[in-house]
């Protein structure tokens, strides 16, 4: 293959070991130059093939149990299953229970010094306000709004009194009571009052399971079984709480 490469030839001028240096340098330069030239060459081809075989590779469909895979065509994109009504009131109605938890929890800083209130309420605040984002997120991935219709509200009675909205939300005359509160009557209603919160949290998650055909998307899945979860350990810890206050 380096037949043709040139030969150093021998010089009349006396040579300096750094010019003999120099030159057999030049000539290897001129050596790997050619070898590289036939490498891509030969490269060429394959590549070529490479670049074939990816532009037609094609996406397949593993189909349910008992069925055939399906070919996609190229131009096939993945797309968000369409979330059960359920799945929806469910994301808009924890967005607004969660609201009046963190509501609850920018009290604390103003009307107590209990450290334990102080950090339990900072980890419900954080946390809360998180999952806010990812529910807000979820639904308008999905092309849903992030707040209920007032049609889809149950907060008016049949006399017109105002009503708790979702399961274990304060009333406007208990959220009233909590801003008034001050020192360990402050501790005190809101232990009990985020304990109350927390278990509707609990029902509004067996209604979602309970409800046939919903509850089915990962996200919201993982969601709802973390919410359960938290928030049923986090009852306890204020169960404890209160029980050392008496």
């Given at each position: 293959?380096?037949?043709?490469?040139?030969?150093?030839?021998?010089?009349?001028?006396p040579?300096?070991?750094?010019?003999?240096s120099?030159?057999?340098?030049?000539?290897?330069?001129?050596?790997?130059?050619?070898?590289?030239?036939?490498?891509?060459?030969f490269?060429?081809?394959?590549?070529?093939?490479?670049?074939?075989?990816?532009?037609?590779?094609?996406?397949?469909?593993?189909?349910?149990?008992?069925?055939?895979?399906?070919?996609?065509?190229?131009?096939?994109?993945?797309?968000?299953?369409?979330?059960?009504?359920?799945?929806i009131?469910?994301?808009?109605?924890?967005?607004?229970?969660?609201?009046?938890?963190?509501?609850?929890?920018?009290?604390?800083?103003?009307?107590?010094?209990?450290?334990?209130?102080?950090?339990?309420?900072?980890?419900?605040?954080?946390?809360?306000s998180?999952?806010?984002?990812?529910?807000?997120?979820?639904?308008?991935?999905?092309?849903?709004?992030?707040?209920m219709?007032?049609?889809?509200?149950?907060?008016?009675?049949?006399?017109?009194?105002?009503?708790?909205?979702?399961?274990?939300?304060?009333?406007?005359?208990?959220?009233?009571?909590?801003?008034?509160?001050?020192?360990?009557?402050?501790?005190?209603?809101?232990?009990?009052?985020?304990?109350?919160?927390?278990?509707?949290?609990?029902?509004?998650?067996?209604?979602?399971?309970?409800?046939?055909?919903?509850?089915?998307?990962?996200?919201?899945?993982?969601?709802?079984?973390?919410?359960?979860?938290?928030?049923?350990?986090?009852?306890?810890?204020?169960?404890?709480?209160?029980?050392e206050?008496?």
């Amino acid at each position: 293959m380096f037949a043709h490469a040139p030969k150093l030839r021998e010089s009349s001028l006396p040579c300096t070991p750094w010019l003999e240096s120099a030159t057999a340098v030049a000539a290897l330069a001129r050596i790997l130059m050619a070898a590289s030239t036939l490498a891509a060459l030969f490269l060429a081809p394959a590549l070529a093939q490479q670049g074939v075989a990816q532009s037609t590779s094609v996406v397949v469909q593993p189909g349910a149990p008992g069925m055939p895979s399906k070919t996609l065509p190229a131009s096939a994109r993945p797309s968000l299953p369409q979330p059960s009504q359920a799945d929806i009131e469910f994301m808009q109605g924890m967005i607004m229970h969660h609201s009046q938890a963190v509501e609850m929890t920018a009290l604390i800083a103003s009307h107590t010094e209990n450290k334990g209130v102080r950090s339990l309420g900072a980890k419900i605040s954080s946390s809360q306000s998180d999952e806010i984002r990812f529910m807000q997120r979820w639904l308008a991935t999905r092309g849903q709004p992030t707040s209920m219709s007032m049609a889809g509200m149950s907060g008016m009675d049949m006399s017109g009194q105002s009503m708790p909205l979702m399961p274990g939300m304060l009333t406007p005359e208990q959220m009233d009571a909590l801003r008034k509160a001050k020192g360990a009557e402050f501790d005190r209603l809101f232990l009990t009052g985020m304990i109350q919160h927390h278990g509707g949290a609990l029902v509004m998650v067996k209604d979602l399971f309970d409800t046939a055909g919903a509850g089915q998307d990962a996200e919201l899945f993982n969601f709802a079984t973390d919410v359960d979860s938290g928030q049923r350990a986090e009852i306890r810890i204020m169960q404890n709480m209160l029980e050392e206050k008496r």
